[in-house]
């Protein structure tokens, strides 16, 4: 819909999934010494992370980077994936090689995802090391074999874990859905963790719906329209019955339809009850409105120093090392810029010619930025009147004061900023982690508490791509659907497609897919479906 508001959704990063064989429904595993074996089960143990790897491409020409390599790691362990070459004493067949784990992220081997060419969402998982692909036999040893080898033994199916963070708003009765500690679904006024939930890509443009505290806990409804949370290996999973599609609501009503892919049925609302309603149902009380989870609303904080050394914006105009006193600011998206919207002082941060950073409660040029990715990591951000960045110097007895330095001087890392998403609390600060953005923060995490969640940006002037610390989203409906088949949207957003890896092209059934109205993505963004 044109006019629709832009809003930057909330895609947790990096991808934390399940490695599955395709034929003999075994995942691959990991051990405290190192070891890789094959599981039945899907624990913690079997989680993995995929870490996609900004490489320069030899081949390509000076500077040309091939994202189409990632590293994979342990998500219990922190160890990575390592493959080893052919060894005389291997003699199995065709087996060449064993996998092992690393804690070394220079000995890791870097891994390129491939679709495989005769299955249905499979994908081989190539080393770069040694030029093979992992296997997984009938007796469920875990191989390497070369790449003259792949067949079903050797193609995996990938199934995440992580996604898209939303609220489900109840768009009649304005309440949110929740999620207890013992998975119990009812509606709530509140606006915390309990009510964020994370909407998982399983494929052909369906998603699993979890909760974002309990990430066991999906999801599901029954042929009679009761619905009920499941984990993800019970036999109502196996029966689909945990998947679902979401489609914009065309009957007038603003928001979406979440239907079950199993039975067809809408998931409706009550005043306190949740069930699903016949197909054919279009009442005001199966829209729901997704909203990002962290509302649009982040600390930004100095990349001159490291994580365990905070300085954030606040208060303003000064910087802080103290949490308490760091303010949340909000991100609107104007045209190919952003504003800056300070909640504690609600004005807008704006540049001088000077030097200077004021507030103001209108928009103007002065109030307008444009994000650069920084090859240093972080994020400078450019006064759109002014050929001025954003920066800090030094206050007498204050951690810092925000100013902007010319764009002709030579960059500093006081010019470098990183954006940290403000997520609900549904717990007290003792027991929950607040997680900054970055490469270190991949593994803070403990199983009670979400993974480390990226804010999303999509404001490289007109191109998208993977950041760091920023996932950024700007596919299209069509190129997302090019890539449902494969990985589904919200994962091929964050992998940055490419070459012949991830975005091969689309065959006659992707494209079929591509007409589909619940491929579209991001889910917060249903208004401009």
């Not at 992992?134 to 792949?150: K, L, P, R, V």
């Not at 992580?162 to 859905?177: D, N, P, Q, S």
């Not at 308490?324 to 609107?332: K, S």
């Not at 990985?487 to 589909?516: C, H, P, R, W, Y």
Request: some cysteine; charged content about 20%.
């Amino acid at each position: 819909m044109e006019g629709a508001k832009k809003v930057f959704p909330c895609i947790e990063n990096p991808v934390r999934c399940y490695f599955s064989s395709e034929r003999h429904d075994k995942r691959l595993s990991s051990s405290k010494d190192g070891r890789i074996i094959s599981s039945d089960k899907r624990s913690v143990l079997e989680e993995f992370l995929i870490l996609p790897q900004n490489i320069e491409d030899e081949g390509e020409g000076e500077g040309k980077q091939n994202n189409n390599l990632v590293m994979v790691q342990s998500v219990k362990h922190g160890l990575f994936l390592r493959s080893h070459g052919p060894g005389e004493d291997l003699v199995l067949g065709n087996v060449t090689g064993t996998i092992s784990t690393t804690p070394s992220k220079e000995e890791a081997t870097l891994w390129c995802l491939q679709k495989s060419s005769d299955s249905n969402g499979g994908l081989y998982l190539l080393s770069m090391d040694d030029n093979t692909n992992i296997g997984c036999d009938e007796q469920g040893n875990i191989y390497t074999s070369n790449t003259g080898i792949m067949g079903p033994s050797e193609t995996w199916k990938i199934e995440f874990l992580t996604g898209e963070l939303c609220f489900m708003m109840a768009y009649a009765v304005g309440k949110r859905l929740r999620c207890d500690v013992m998975g119990k679904l009812s509606m709530s006024d509140n606006c915390k963790g309990w009510e964020v939930w994370r909407f998982i890509e399983a494929g052909g443009g369906y998603v699993r719906i979890s909760s974002w505290m309990h990430h066991t806990k999906y999801i599901c409804s029954d042929p009679d329209g009761t619905v009920f949370t499941t984990t993800i290996s019970s036999e109502h999973a196996r029966n689909n019955w945990d998947k679902w599609k979401v489609l914009k609501n065309s009957k007038g009503h603003a928001g979406v339809v979440i239907q079950s892919a199993a039975h067809g049925r809408i998931l409706c609302f009550g005043q306190k009850s949740i069930f699903t309603q016949e197909e054919e149902y279009d009442g005001v009380f199966g829209v729901w409105q997704l909203e990002a989870a962290h509302n649009q609303k982040y600390s930004l904080y100095s990349s001159s120093v490291d994580d365990s050394t905070y300085k954030a914006i606040g208060p303003f105009p000064y910087l802080t090392g103290n949490k308490r006193q760091t303010e949340e600011w909000r991100l609107d998206q104007v045209g190919d810029n952003l504003t800056f919207f300070s909640l504690a002082q609600e004005m807008y941060l704006g540049s001088s010619s000077n030097g200077g950073i004021h507030l103001s409660s209108e928009v103007t040029d002065s109030e307008l930025w444009r994000m650069e990715e920084s090859a240093k990591g972080g994020r400078f951000f450019h006064s759109v009147q002014y050929p001025r960045r954003l920066s800090w110097k030094d206050a007498g007895n204050k951690d810092g004061e925000l100013c902007t330095v010319p764009i002709e001087t030579e960059c500093s890392q006081r010019e470098m900023w990183r954006l940290q998403p403000c997520m609900p609390r549904a717990v007290s600060g003792k027991k929950i982690r607040t997680f900054a953005i970055g490469a270190t923060t991949a593994l803070a995490t403990t199983i009670a508490m979400p993974f480390a969640v990226a804010g999303v940006i999509g404001l490289i002037g007109a191109e998208v791509g993977i950041l760091a610390d920023i996932v950024v989203v700007g596919l299209t409906s069509v190129e997302a659907a090019a890539s449902i088949g494969i990985v589904g949207a919200t994962a091929a957003i964050i992998f940055k497609e490419s070459g012949d890896t991830l975005s091969m092209a689309a065959d006659e059934s992707t494209q079929e897919k591509s007409a589909n109205d619940f491929a579209k993505r991001p889910f917060c963004a249903w208004r401009s479906w």
